[in-house]
């Protein structure tokens, strides 16, 4: 069975780092294209980055010089990394495999960061 | 600030048919990328409804269906049912911003 399982969130301070983590099960991280989503309390659906079967990445605008997605192989499991965090961040983080310009199919169950003093 | 707009809400009786508009730009679905679909329902994951435009993944219904014309899609639901009520989310991609560009999404009310 295809299924991806988040974890890494909590309460974190402005200005904080958090990691997120996402580990995969019935398929290989490094062959699909993987991907965050997030989506604030209340709201709806904003894509935060990719990373390529290649090992390119991108990034929303939002989050640019900020959060870092990697993997690690061996463990098929995704990673965001989350640098100088603010309130405008807090979110249920989404790992999502997506095909390219294409669809995000499964959806983890999410893990909720809030960023708040 | 999401590029592709989508109505708030929709609504309609048991039985009946709706539609969810997806209005998009030049850059995402006008430039003939593919629309996507996804339900949420409350207090889960979205869920992927329809994929390239106009196609079911296994197991969801007949009911669900989506087209693409020019720089908007439609998802229409046939026999509305209870268990549809739901937050429903169209998505692209936009090739200018090089970005996933997500619908803003609409509540479906079931009455």
């Known amino acids: 069975e295809v299924q991806l399982v988040e974890s890494g969130g909590g309460l974190v301070q402005p200005g904080g780092s958090l990691r997120l983590s996402c580990a995969a099960s019935?398929?290989?991280?490094?062959?699909?294209?993987m991907s965050w989503v997030r989506q604030a309390p209340g709201k709806g659906l904003e894509w935060v980055s990719v990373?390529?079967?290649?090992?390119?990445?991108s990034y929303a605008a939002s989050v640019k010089g900020r959060f870092t997605i990697s993997r690690h192989n061996s463990k098929n499991t995704l990673y965001l990394e989350m640098n100088s965090l603010r309130a405008e961040d807090t979110a249920v983080y989404y790992c999502?495999?997506?095909?390219?310009?294409?669809?995000?199919?499964?959806w983890g169950q999410g893990t909720l960061v809030t960023v708040s003093s | 600030q999401s590029v592709v707009t989508q109505p708030p809400s929709v609504s309609g009786a048991p039985g009946q048919r709706v539609t969810i508009s997806c209005t998009g730009t030049?850059?995402?679905?006008?430039?003939?990328?593919?629309v996507h679909w996804y339900q949420q329902l409350p207090g889960t994951a979205p869920k992927l409804l329809i994929y390239?435009?106009?196609n079911r993944p296994a197991g969801v219904p007949d009911r669900f269906s989506g087209s693409r014309s020019g720089t908007s899609a439609s998802l229409a639901i046939t026999g509305l049912q209870a268990e549809d009520e739901a937050d429903y989310y169209c998505?692209?991609?936009?090739?200018?911003?090089?970005?996933?560009?997500f619908g803003t999404g609409t509540k479906v009310t079931v009455l």
């Open positions: 030049s850059s995402n679905i006008g430039a003939r990328n593919d």
């Open positions: 019935g398929f290989t991280v490094s062959s699909n294209y």
């Open positions: 999502t495999r997506g095909a390219a310009v294409g669809w995000f199919d499964p």
């Open positions: 998505q692209s991609y936009d090739t200018s911003l090089s970005v996933y560009v």
């Open positions: 990373i390529y079967s290649s090992g390119d990445t």
């Open positions: 390239g435009n106009n």
